[in-house]
Antibody, heavy 117, light 108 residues
């Protein structure tokens, strides 16, 4: 059974940093691309970033380009999102997703990031 | 960036009725790299349809997807009580990947 569990969310001041993690199990982690997708309170879904299975390619939404860095450690079955220079508009529930092709087929429950002074 | 526009924003229907949800892309999504998700309050989204028309594992056959290029449709043939939720379309053809704004299917 595929399981994805995010962690690392919390409250941070504007301009601060946070590192999210996602622990994966139930599939051969390194064989699949992974995404981060976020959802602001009461709003729709916003794709954030994608990393290839071997980590060789990464893609970002324009809203986070240059501030967020996606990475993975296939030896630990883990996905990460380093978030720097956080803004109030980054407040959201952040989901880790497994990709099939580029489609997100499994989602974690999410971890909440709140950027507030 | 490919912009996805979903309509209507809200669909008010009764159980047993047919629901038709639309998703229009600002440019072609190529080889139908279009997916549909269902999201219920307090839950993560669930994949229903990928490649525009292929049902994901375990999805009931009352859900069907159709369309190509820039115009896509999700149809729920007969609404069950558990189908009242928000539905999102999503293109994974090109980066940046994008989602539509969602259609809420509510009980009339």
């Amino acid at each position: 059974e595929v399981q994805l569990v995010e962690s690392g969310g919390g409250v941070v001041q504007p301009g601060g940093s946070l590192r999210l993690s996602c622990a994966a199990s139930g599939f051969t982690f390194g064989d699949y691309a992974m995404h981060w997708v976020r959802q602001a309170p009461g709003k729709g879904l916003e794709w954030v970033s994608l990393i290839a299975g071997d980590g060789s390619n990464t893609f970002y939404a324009e809203s986070v380009e240059g501030r967020f860095t996606i990475s993975r450690d296939n030896s630990k079955n883990s996905l990460y999102l380093q978030m720097n220079s956080l803004r109030t508009e980054d407040t959201a529930l952040y989901f880790c997703t497994k990709a099939s092709g580029w489609t997100s087929d499994y989602w974690g429950p999410g971890t909440l990031v709140t950027v507030s002074s | 960036e490919i912009v996805l526009t979903q309509s209507p924003g809200t669909l008010s229907l009764s159980p047993g009725e047919r629901a038709t949800l639309s998703c229009r892309a600002s440019q072609s999504v190529g080889e139908n790299y279009l997916a549909w998700y269902q999201q219920k309050p307090g839950q993560a989204p669930r994949l229903l349809i990928d490649d525009a028309s292929r049902r994901a594992t375990g999805v009931p056959d009352r859900f069907s997807g159709s369309g190509s290029g820039t115009d896509f449709t999700l149809t729920i043939s007969r609404l069950e009580p558990e189908d009242f939720a928000v539905y999102y379309c999503h293109q994974c053809a090109t980066s940046p990947l994008t989602f539509g704004g969602g259609t809420k299917v509510e009980v009339k």
